[in-house]
């Protein structure tokens, strides 16, 4: 092989106008934890679908071994309230919201 294959190569990054993006763990809270990564997902779904900033902490070490790591759900501490009435929520009181409940009962 030559040595011009084993270069690095050299990739363009545009640079963008955007305002740098700041993390500050101080203003998030855990909500819920997990045992079963899959409840996890579906939980930060849920949050995800009512436009909640949230993240799971701990999800990689919780997909390898789930008995002994559980998924933390963190949001902001502003959607904090939101979050944990839209997790309690029954999923029979939610069950049809968005769907075509009842398409197709039209009596001729």
């Known amino acids: ?6 270069k690095p ?3 363009a990054v545009p640079e963008t106008e955007a305002a740098p993006f700041e993390f500050d763990p101080e203003q998030y809270v855990m ?3 997990y045992l079963m990564p ?3 997902q579906m939980a930060k779904g849920v949050l995800e679908s009512a436009s909640l900033e949230c993240f799971l902490h701990g999800e990689n070490a919780n997909s ?3 008995p002994a790591f559980r998924s933390r759900l963190m949001v902001h501490r502003k959607d904090e309230e939101a979050a944990k009435k839209l ?3 029954p999923a029979e009181m939610t069950a049809g919201v968005g769907d075509d409940a ?3 009962d039209d009596e001729e």
């Open 1 to 6: 092989m030559s040595d011009e294959m084993n």
């Open 87 to 89: 997790l309690d929520t």
């Open 102 to 104: 009842g398409a197709g």
């Open 9 to 11: 190569r050299k990739i």
């Open 64 to 66: 390898l071994v789930p």
């Open 31 to 33: 909500i819920a934890r």
């Open 38 to 40: 899959a409840e996890a």
